[in-house]
């Protein structure tokens, strides 16, 4: 006989593999919660989409004695005093003055767009607005809100504001969940969650049962998962005449949400702001000078230099030139330093930077290519000193400064506090506050807090504060120009996360949050001219620049859409993506083993669907917990996910490269990645400046392997989100009890999830699953593809004579003068053949069989018992 087989799918369907989140101790809160999480075969799935139905028919009947309660409870609670003096303030805000406008139309259409400029009251008002109005009239009809929020930081802040405002707890009528946490009840009529939650609800429950309104906020970010959203609203409207559907977005563009839902009404709602003053990179470098070098005659006459003056200092030739070299530099900048430079005009660039000896002395002596974030945040500091010393006509006021990522805030948080004006314990004239969606909600609080008189509140914050978070007392905004943004990485054939230059709409955005109570000052980080000419007036929707793998997947996922042909849910977005895209994506979800080419969601897809990651980074880590190999797996993932933490300075290549040997063995880059990133985790523990001199000694960033651990740390809880690893107490307690010496992480089946993390051949056997077809064979040296290809001089492979394996696995694959593979992994035939997410041929040949692959490309057969015995 011969049958085909596809491996990876009845690996991930065999039994010890079926996951199922063993049911923690339920919340009591939590009744309602959605569906369960992990979905492995069909059968098991509808058995959960029944169990839920009929919890929601046990539901319905209580709902409304809960709902004759909390119309009671409002009318006594409408009196009191907390709940009429907050009235009054929120009363204040613009969005009131179209209250009864919105309720107007929202009685006569399903859909409506709202759009207002930030800060006016859409998602902390409007939501109530509805609420309040149905809790007047009879039980039956009290609303049941879901409003999605895009960032987890922003759903919980804005719950809490509203309960507030409501005079109750979080988690009574307004509630909030996002992954991994939630904070509702039976009673809760409002709820604020993320897209994702949202989306992540509908898997199991496409009808919404008891919503009555879904708020899509922020709709004008474009993300993916709201473009997603609206797609699948549209068809839920038809089905369910009763279910109203509101959008509110920041700004402009209403049309084009109205136009996608039949042309609905648009409400606008009148913002009033006050003006702030735009500053750019050039007049930042005037006042750092003045800052700097007190004394010089230069910084006298700065001393006294108001607005207008610095405004008219930059119109003069000189500071043309200045302004000409300094997009130059920033031109420069933009260029990857890990990327071939071009050597000679990168010295330009150094002398460059040497003629601004005035900036600061500081800088030019810590400035490097390698650090070259830090001239950034010595700027900012002077900035911040500048702002804070108060020689100038600016009123007092809270400073916000946005930085790209985490990574930079804690560079920029640790260096304020070593400088006594900014340290939180010893200074009384700053307090300092990190902002990021991975804080905890108490410290998320903190922001909004009024610092006593006399003490400047200092927020450092990513794009969060751009448009989700309101904080009021902000004067002045200090924009590092720069964000972190998905796209498709054609070298790598995977969507990353990158560090890029802020839209024009987002810079107006930043700096129109220096003028909510009075008009404020806003300096960029980039030059007016760079302003200008070079950054795109608004960002690409996120759905035009990321690969599609993901969508797919989620659209397969729900039932809606389970049968339906992807190009066409595709077409129906709001603003489809190229069709080559699409392809595109398609071919590389098969040759993961995801999808079938009928476009059936194997077991494999079923779960690389939950995992909101890029496919590839997905396998990797689903089978370095299968294969207990955790740990690793999750560092090379988060290394593939951001960049290598490997740096090569044009100056010094030979000697970053040949550190980078020294971590070298199995003929892998990512296994000597490993090991550099254990050492670094060493050195942390010895403080900041001995992992500081690790980096600079072995050419590693800390910036990017710091990233890497955060992006570790959410890798973990998105497997513990669906059930394949095990964290926290409990895990620990079954550790202790099995004596496991591992880190407290557990896979599925409650076994250490790290026991196989020092076995190199099956940490590659892995890379070779998540990578395939992304394989070079050697001698040949050709990829499937492209033909000829070279092997990177960076990569620990280069001058490696003999391999033991002819096969290579790599990642990034990059075009210069010749096709070079970057970071590189010797595999073996075996996981190639088992692993490699093709089609598997087993054939019964003389009393054994006999594995073959063969994909046009690679040709191997074995006996059977071979391949058990070698992988
Ligand atoms: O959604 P939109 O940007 O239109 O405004 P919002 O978030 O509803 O904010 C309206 C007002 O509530 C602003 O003045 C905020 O400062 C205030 N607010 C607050 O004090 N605390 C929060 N956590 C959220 C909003
Ligand atoms: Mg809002």
């Keep these: 006989g011969n049958w085909k087989f596809d491996i990876t799918q009845s690996f991930l369907s065999s039994s010890h593999l079926a996951v199922e989140k063993e049911s923690e101790p339920e919340e009591e809160t939590d009744e309602d919660e959605g569906p369960a999480p992990v979905m492995v075969e069909n059968e098991s799935y509808v058995n959960l989409k029944k169990k839920i139905s009929k919890r929601y028919d046990w539901q319905a009947k209580s709902v409304r004695a809960e709902n004759v309660k909390i119309c009671k409870q409002f009318r006594i609670k409408q009196a009191s005093r907390q709940f009429q003096s907050i009235l009054q303030e929120r009363q204040l805000l613009p969005a009131w003055e179209e209250r009864e406008n919105i309720l107007k139309l929202l009685s006569k259409h399903q859909v409506l767009v709202i759009s207002g400029m ?51 707890r979080v988690g009574l009528t307004v509630g909030y969940q996002i992954r991994l946490e939630s904070v509702k009840s039976s009673a809760t009529r409002l709820l604020y969650c993320t897209t994702g939650v949202l989306l992540r609800r509908l898997e199991g429950d496409t009808a919404l049962q008891g919503i009555t309104h879904i708020i899509v906020d922020e709709v004008h970010e474009r993300t993916e998962e709201s473009d997603f959203l609206l797609l699948v609203l549209k068809d839920i409207v038809l089905q369910r005449p009763t279910l109203q559907v509101i959008l509110m977005s920041a700004t402009l563009n209403a049309e084009l949400f109205s136009k996608y839902f039949n042309s609905c009404p648009v409400i606008t709602i009148p913002g009033r702001t006050f003006p702030v003053d735009q ?27 108001s607005k207008e003056k610095l405004k008219a200092r930059r119109s003069r030739t000189a500071f043309e030139e200045v302004e000409e070299d300094l997009r130059f530099s920033l031109h420069l900048h933009d260029q990857d330093s890990t990327k071939d430079a071009v050597p000679d005009q990168q010295l330009d660039f150094k002398q460059l930077l040497a003629r601004y000896k005035g900036v600061s002395k500081s800088v030019i002596r810590t400035m490097s290519i390698m650090d070259f974030e830090k001239v950034n945040l010595e700027l900012i500091e002077a900035l911040l000193e500048w702002i804070v010393d108060g020689k100038h006509s600016y009123p007092p006021g809270a400073i916000l400064v946005f930085l790209p990522g985490l990574a930079e805030i804690k560079m920029l948080y640790e260096q304020l506090q070593s400088n006594s004006l900014f340290n939180n314990r010893r200074s009384n004239r700053c307090v300092v506050h990190p902002l990021h969606s991975s804080l905890s909600s108490e410290e998320q609080q903190a922001v909004f807090v009024k610092p006593p008189v006399g003490v400047t509140k200092i927020i450092i914050s990513t794009n969060i504060a751009e448009t989700s978070i309101t904080i009021d007392d902000v004067v002045y905004v200090i924009d590092s120009g720069k964000m972190k943004e998905k796209r498709y990485d ?9 560090d890029t230059f802020v839209s024009q709409a987002n810079a107006l955005q930043r700096k129109g949050r220096a003028g909510r109570v009075a008009s404020g000052v806003c300096f960029h980080l980039f030059t007016s001219h760079h302003f200008s000419h070079q950054l795109l007036k608004q960002q690409l929707p996120e759905i035009q620049r990321v690969p599609l793998e993901q969508l797919c997947l989620r659209i397969k996922i729900l039932e809606m859409f389970s049968t339906h042909n992807l190009q066409s849910v595709f077409s129906r977005l709001i603003e489809p993506p190229h069709t080559d895209s699409l392809r595109a994506s398609k071919i590389r979800l098969r040759d993961l083993g995801a999808l079938t080419p009928d476009e059936k969601l194997t077991p494999l897809g079923y779960h690389l669907a939950s995992l909101p990651v890029d496919v590839r980074i997905g396998k990797l880590m689903l089978f370095g917990s299968i294969f207990r190999c955790l740990d690793p797996a999750l560092t090379i993932a988060a290394s593939l996910a951001f960049k290598s933490p490997f740096v090569s300075p044009w100056d010094k290549k030979e000697e970053a490269n040949q550190k980078k040997l020294e971590f070298a063995f199995a003929n892998s880059d990512y296994l000597a990645l490993l090991r550099a990133y254990k050492g670094w985790q060493l050195s942390t523990k ?29 890798f973990t809880e998105l497997l513990s989100d669906i059930g394949f690893v095990k964290e926290g107490l409990r895990a620990r307690e079954i550790e202790k009890r099995t004596q496991g010496g591992g880190d407290g992480i557990l896979d599925a089946t409650g076994e250490e999830a790290n026991s196989n993390a020092e076995n ?24 499937k593809n492209d033909g000829c290809v070279h092997i990177h001089p960076s990569s620990v492979n280069y001058q490696v004579r003999h391999f033991d394996s002819p096969y290579l696995v790599y990642h990034e694959k990059i075009k210069t003068s010749r096709v070079f593979i970057r970071d590189c992994s010797m595999v073996s035939v075996y996981p190639l053949v088992l692993f490699g997410g093709g089609q598997v041929n087993v054939q019964l040949q003389r009393g054994e069989f006999i594995v073959s692959l063969d994909d046009g490309w690679i040709r191997f057969a074995a006996a059977s018992h071979q391949v058990a015995e070698l992988v």
Excluded: H
Aim: hydrophobic share 40%; net charge positive.
């Design 760 to 783: 190199p051949k099956l940490i590659s056997a892995m890379l070779c699953a998540a990578l395939y077809p992304n394989v070079v064979q050697e001698l040949k040296f050709v990829t």
């Design 686 to 714: 010895e403080g900041m400046r001995a992992s500081y001199n690790y980096c600079r000694q072995n050419f590693l960033s800390g910036r990017v392997l710091q990233e890497m651990a955060s992006l570790k740390r959410q």
């Design 490 to 498: 054609a070298s790598k054939g995977m969507e990353s996360l990158e």
């Design 279 to 305: 500053f750019f990179l050039e007049d930042a470098i005037a006042v750092t000078r003045y800052v700097l070098q007190d004394g010089s005659p230069y910084a006298r006459s700065m001393k006294q230099m």
């Design 118 to 168: 930030t800060g006016c009251g859409k998602t902390t008002q409007i939501p109530q607005f509805i609420l309040d109005d149905s809790l007047n009239g009879p039980p039956e009809k009290v609303a049941n809100i879901i409003c999605t929020q895009p960032r987890r930081i922003s759903a919980i802040s804005v719950a809490e504001r509203v309960a507030k405002e409501r005079a109750e």
